[in-house]
């Protein structure tokens, strides 16, 4: 009995001596967390800021990238990267393992080769259709983007609409083609197999790269033609009073159009060789700087869930050492049809006998051999030689260990770290806030009317250049104008928003402790919600007289519902392009609406009291903030609709708004179960509407409440937060109704109204108040219509939009010219397909003022100017060329009737 007592003694002092040695271990080899403290000394060196967001189509990998770059900082364990999900903050994110909202975290980066620190703001955004306003949000904000792409999927729908909303916001791309692991494991391909269906996915990734590019130059070409046309009738105009050698740039004064790139454009093609049209090499330019390369460093091979990956830089210099071969040569021969021959230590451009591709050669070979090796052939000897012959040091339990995928994340983690390779690309390829900005100003802000500029004074000229000045450099110098946009609302519980912490060790633990629970905590609500109004507008609408909002830092918690015992708090999603933001400051709230020539109410002056470092799941009080930082700003739930721009200045222009691809057309109609809980659903509608930026909310005149959505997904997210944060009661939903619009295919013919047929197909019908009635039908447009309508759009849209119209032509002369030039084109159409006496009653175009169809006004008392919207200011009958007489037009006023 004793000698089995001393057995069992002996045994458990055994188990508790080696747990202690290894927690020793983990302690000795746990990653640091980099404190708060550091991560805001970053803030002020903008060169070393990068802005980043990862954007995909859905389940391609983005939230276990991030998680593998969080890792690095300490926040989270990297054997956790991808089970984690640190990213999805809310319960339905990870029960439904998919991310629905774009969340931000600041990550510090130190370089191995000059120990230079970077600070990284990283967004992971959703890659689902139903959240492509979330991915909106996400690249607004950022100055570069690093796009994922199934090794097994390739190129997908969404893939293709990321990258049409990266191009859009003129944002820099980083390739990383994720999954890689899954060509051996589930695909079975060979070395050189895998190297040829990667080359398909990269030349697909550049296919939709190259359509995005040859759209933008021929946009560019038609405005920079439509600009020439004004310059050369400015220069005719000028010549008679200037000296005909004079520069015709400087009658335009151009500079005050806020830093115009299709301007600069112009200029530099003038001077250099006068050319007006783009040549084929334009359109099709093998060097062009925004194709994916691995030789440029912009390509990433990478297996997020094992937690490696790499650029052939990295096999470049290590095989430059072992050949004798410079790596410069290496980097333009390890990708692509490039073959080595060992005993004539040459590179060919073509097969030579048996030679196989560098890449498979000097790269996938050994990622197979090694991936042969663990999961296939477990054979330990050859696991041990794997990692003397890479000099890797790894723990000998993690080697030991039973489960194959533990020992290929100890091996590749330590010899391709996944984190190592995005970053570096992300510092080498992705530009800093002052050179983005500089680049990408003239998409970010509305340009200007110049003849609205030149009315100003000369101090607010000077003022209005110095913001826009400040702006293009990213100034944050202390004087500098303070500009903000904030791309979206969003809610966070009140617990984790932390007024001062030591540092980043604080939310480690919090994290852990999160693990250990396995639950996250339902956001809810303490208040009493009053009934205010639904607005249905996607973007903000001030229009209170000027005030001052001061909120206390202790006061401006917005809680929900009293019946729960957190609260959700609304902070702005923004970033500072100029100046520094600091607490107590005064700054002006701008409606899009708002222009600084005519300032009207869309303006509202508030005091600046909460400022915070965005840090995923928590977020740390900061006192200032300077320019290029992503960051959140508290206290504007009850001002800020979606979006807003926020200046120091009230001579600073709006920011456009953002380029949302899906659209809303999944209808349901919401209402309590109980009935006296209506106030509370009204105010949760609200919230929801002031937080997702896709979402409309719709009061019927019947009194339903109708909640219209991206897809049903989107719908099931929204009702969840709904019963769950926003208004916390029981709802009944009725079943999704999807819209449709309605399409005719039937010839039709505009005249003989009185006609049996045509009076069936008339649909009456008028305002509830009986008031006002009007009888409309629809008849289908001649194909010669459509395709002039068609053919004409971008010129519409220079018409019609005041900014692209403004940004090209501020004449009011050549203006008219272009109107009267497409108005003269199209009565030719319809003179065609025997339409000419219609064309008299012809109205507006639609959808937006813009589309391929047509409204034609038959009152015949109604005397307004035919197509009011576009020729208001022009005499309309000229343009008709005397082909219309005034018989014809009293007979046809005759045959229409009413």
Not at 325 to 333: A, D, M, N, R, V
Not at 390 to 417: G, M, Y
Not at 746 to 758: D, F
């Amino acid at each position: 009995i004793n000698a089995e007592y001393g057995i069992i003694v002996c045994f458990n002092l055994f188990c508790l001596f080696y747990f202690i040695c290894l927690q020793k271990q983990k302690k000795k080899k746990a990653m640091p967390a980099v404190p708060a403290e550091e991560l805001v000394k970053l803030h002020l060196n903008k060169k070393n800021i990068r802005n980043i967001s990862i954007v995909a189509h859905v389940d391609h990998g983005k939230t276990t990238l991030s998680d593998s770059l969080i890792a690095t900082n300490g926040i989270i364990s990297s054997r956790l990267a991808g089970k984690v999900r640190y990213l999805d903050n809310t319960k339905h994110e990870q029960e439904r393992l998919i991310t629905m909202k774009s969340s931000a975290i600041s990550l510090a980066y130190s370089r191995p080769i000059d120990n230079q620190k970077f600070l990284i703001n990283l967004i992971d955004s959703p890659g689902h259709v139903d959240f492509s306003s979330e991915v909106s949000s996400a690249i607004r904000v950022t100055d570069g983007a690093l796009l994922l792409v199934d090794a097994v999927e390739g190129v997908c729908v969404q893939t293709i609409s990321v990258l049409r909303q990266s191009w859009s916001e003129k944002i820099k791309l980083c390739l990383v083609i994720n999954k890689i692991d899954k060509l051996f494991t589930e695909l079975n391909l060979s070395a050189v197999e895998a190297h040829l269906h990667l080359k398909k996915i990269l030349e697909r990734v550049n296919a939709a790269t190259a359509i995005e590019h040859q759209t933008q130059l021929l946009r560019d070409n038609s405005n920079r033609n439509s600009f020439l046309q004004f310059q050369k009738f400015v220069n005719n105009d000028s010549n008679s009073n200037n000296d005909n050698n004079s520069n015709s740039n400087s009658n335009l004064n151009l500079n005050l159009n806020v830093n115009n790139t299709i301007t600069n454009r112009i200029n530099n093609n003038q001077n250099n060789n006068q050319n007006d049209s783009i040549s084929e090499n334009d359109l099709f330019d093998d060097n062009f700087d925004n194709y994916f390369l691995p030789e440029k460093g912009n390509v990433v091979f990478a297996s997020a869930s094992d937690g490696w990956g790499f650029r052939i830089h990295q096999f470049a210099e290590l095989y430059s050492e072992k050949l004798g071969i410079k790596k410069e040569l290496l980097l333009k021969t390890l990708w692509g049809e490039y073959y080595f021959d060992p005993k004539k230590k040459k590179i060919f451009n073509k097969p030579q006998g048996n030679l196989i591709p560098m890449f498979v050669k000097f790269v996938l070979n050994n990622v197979w051999e090694a991936y042969q090796a663990i999961l296939v052939q477990k054979d330990k000897s050859k696991i041990e030689k794997i990692v003397k012959v890479l000099n890797l040091q790894v723990p000998q339990r993690e080697l030991a260990s039973s489960e194959s995928v533990t020992v290929l994340r100890a091996i590749f983690t330590r010899w391709l770290p996944l984190a190592n390779a995005t970053l570096e690309m992300t510092i080498d390829c992705i530009p800093s806030p002052d050179e983005a900005q500089r680049f990408r100003i003239n998409e970010l802000l509305k340009p200007l009317p110049l003849t609205k500029v030149e009315c100003l004074d000369e101090n607010s000229k000077k003022e209005f250049d110095e913001v826009c000045k400040a702006i293009s450099n990213c100034d944050s110098s202390v004087d500098a104008p303070c500009v903000i946009f904030v791309s979206k609302m969003f809610a966070i519980q009140q617990e984790n928003i932390v007024a001062s912490r030591p540092g980043m060790a604080s939310i480690r633990m919090q994290r852990i402790k999160s693990n250990e629970s396995s639950t996250i905590p339902t956001i809810t609500t303490s208040t009493t919600p009053t009934t205010p109004s639904i607005t249905t507008s996607t973007t903000p609408s001030i229009t209170t007289p000027i005030t001052t909002i001061t909120t206390p830092t202790t006061t401006t918690s917005k809680t929900i519902n009293n019946d729960k015992n957190s609260s959700d708090k609304f902070i702005g999603f923004a970033r500072i392009f100029s100046g520094i933001l600091k607490r107590g400051k005064e700054i002006y709230i701008l409606a899009p609406r708002y222009n600084f020539w005519d300032k009207g109410n869309y303006f509202i002056k508030f005091k600046i009291e909460e400022i915070y470092l965005l840090m995923g799941r928590a977020l740390e009080s900061l006192e200032s903030i300077p320019a290029g930082n992503v960051f959140g700003i508290g206290g504007l739930e009850e001002i800020i609709l979606k979006t807003a721009t926020i200046s120091s200045s009230l001579f600073c222009p709006t920011f456009c708004e953002m380029k949302i691809i899906s659209s809303s057309i999944v209808r349901a109609a919401i209402e309590p179960v109980n009935p006296y809980d209506l106030p509370k659903l009204i105010e949760g509608l609200r919230l929801l509407n002031n937080s997702d930026p896709s979402v409309e909310v719709i009061l019927q005149e019947t009194g339903e409440n109708i909640l219209v959505t991206a897809g049903e997904l989107h719908l099931e997210r929204c009702i969840r937060d709904l019963k769950e944060r926003f208004a916390c009661i029981e709802l009944e939903v009725s079943p999704p109704i999807v819209s449709f619009k309605e399409g005719i295919s039937a010839e039709g013919n505009l005249g003989k109204l009185t006609t049996r047929k045509v009076k069936k197909s008339i649909v009456k019908a008028g305002l509830p108040n009986k008031e006002v009635e009007f009888e409309i039908r629809a008849v289908r447009l001649p194909k010669e219509i459509m395709d002039y309508l068609y053919i004409n759009y971008e010129k519409l849209i220079n018409m019609y939009d005041e900014s692209q119209s403004n940004k090209l032509i501020d004449d009011k002369n050549c203006y008219e010219e272009q109107r009267i030039e497409f108005a003269r084109g199209l009565f030719e159409q319809f003179q065609k397909v025997g339409w000419t006496r219609d064309f008299n009653k012809l109205w507006a175009l639609g959808p937006k003022l813009i589309g391929p169809n047509i409204l034609f006004n038959n009152i015949s008392w109604f005397k307004e100017p035919n197509f009011k919207s576009l020729f208001s200011d022009y005499n309309f009958q000229q343009i008709q060329l005397d082909n219309i007489t005034d018989q014809e037009n009293a007979g046809i006023n005759a045959e229409y009737g009413k």
